[in-house]
């Protein structure tokens, strides 16, 4: 039985020879008058195997959903890649709004970097951006968690299998997003799996936004697909004499948007910044911030001795006062934004 998955997945089928042989029954004879003997025959072992049903019984045990370069449903923003992913490996659902930004950078990040990530993507979140990233650590990681935190959309895209996962730190996070890979199941990560994973992080993104990253950072990548793409490329500048934000700097330099908080992100992307409603804290955060205020600025186990409170209780609670925007912390002292 004729079966485009099948095809898909037979060595040496790329996406245009995938295209061409979709527009026949997919018959062996049909195949082979189309893309000749060897791939036919190719095709041929793949449908005796079973392969596209293994691959697909797997899929559905996972809770994976598989979206064909055949299939209406497959995304219009990666259908017009040079090379669109002949398979889509889907765990949830992809952006359910064209408001979306890729948020990427260094995975070696360092503090203020993570914590700003964290807030600007909680905010873009709470406005209604979807966030999409490559879940590495450092950057990646710090915008998928702020939208968490901000009770919004978020979309991480893999450079393996999604029963691969990589990196395994980013587990428990992953559990908690949506995920999407290119590569079929089993596929480990492979250097060259990041950048074709980079061109889906852009494509499907209405900006990419570069936080920190070096001079060779993979997340240049990801801004080159953008600028091809047609797609708004920003970024947050950094020292001059930073090597983590070379990068970035060049990026400005080379006609970036210039990025210092999510009004101007929101502003990139034609949306109108909400007024913040201040909402009363309550509980921890709330004891934690007073006594912050009263002195003005403090390290934690100052504030662990001030409250009562553990050191654990008390950093928790930080952080999700500086993803909140109420709190920085420089040199691990905290003080009141």
Known sequence: ???????????????????QALSTDLSLKAVTECLGPEIASAYGKTLASGLAEKERE???R??????????????????HLESPPPV?????????????????????????????????????????????SGLALGIDAAAHKGALAGSGYTLGVLGSSLDRFYPPQNRTLAEQMHLLSEFPLGTPPQPGHFPRRNRIVAALAQAVLVVEAGEKSGSLITAR???????????VPGRPSDPQSVGCNQ????????????????GALGVLARTKQSMPLE?????VYRALLELSEAL??????????????????????????????????????
């Open 251 to 266: 990026l400005i330099r080379d006609g970036a948007g210039l990025v210092m908080n999510a009004e101007d992100v929101l």
């Open 1 to 19: 039985m004729p079966d485009p998955l099948a095809l898909a997945l037979t060595p040496h089928i790329g996406p245009k020879r995938l295209l």
């Open 62 to 79: 996972l809770g994976l959903r598989l979206i064909g370069l055949w299939e209406d449903s497959y995304p219009e923003a990666l259908r």
């Open 225 to 235: 697909f953008a600028a091809e793409l047609g797609r708004d490329v920003l970024a």
């Open 283 to 287: 509980g921890l955060e709330a004891q």
């Open 300 to 337: 934690p186990d100052d504030l662990a001795q001030a409250t009562g409170l553990s050191a654990s209780e008390v950093l928790s609670t930080l952080t999700l006062l500086e993803i909140k925007g109420l709190v920085q912390e420089m040199a691990g002292r905290y003080s009141p934004v």
């Open 88 to 132: 889509l490996y889907l765990k949830g659902e992809l952006p359910p709004s064209p408001r979306t930004i890729a948020i990427v950078g260094t995975r070696k990040a360092s503090p203020w970097a993570t914590a700003w990530t964290q807030k600007v993507a909680h905010e873009l979140a709470e406005a209604g951006i979807g966030i999409i």
């Open 58 to 60: 797997q899929a559905a």
